[in-house]
């Protein structure tokens, strides 16, 4: 059973950056398209970012020019680094397939922005 393992949120204040990682079991970056997600208290879990696996990227309009999403499939980790945070990216951040698949959601990793 694949496990993805997301890494790298804290506490940040208004304005800051955060790196976050995702690491898989085994291989299936190579396979499919890769995606963070986040989920906000009282809100429903929510597409961030993505990309694919030749390395195209597409991003949420909220955090457009912000964050960066990259992978690097020899090492089956899939990155999201996150600038110019603002209050309302706090959240849980998870890492899953694009579409997601139910089978893959961990742990995620809590991001806080706030001063």
């Known amino acids: 059973q694949v496990q993805l393992v997301e890494s790298g949120g804290g506490l940040v204040q208004p304005g800051g950056s955060l790196r976050l990682s995702c690491a898989a079991s085994r291989t299936i970056f190579s396979l499919y398209t890769m995606g963070w997600y986040r989920q906000a208290p009282g809100n429903q879990r929510e597409w961030v970012a993505s990309i694919t696996r030749i390395g195209i990227t597409n991003y949420a309009d909220s955090v457009k020019g912000r964050f960066t999403i990259s992978r690097d499939n020899a090492r089956n980790t899939v990155d999201l680094q996150m600038n110019s945070l603002k209050p309302e990216d706090t959240a849980v951040y998870y890492c899953?397939?694009?579409?997601?698949?139910?089978?893959?959601w961990g742990q995620g990793t809590q991001v806080t922005v706030s001063s």
């Open positions: 899953n397939l694009v579409p997601w698949a139910q089978a893959y």
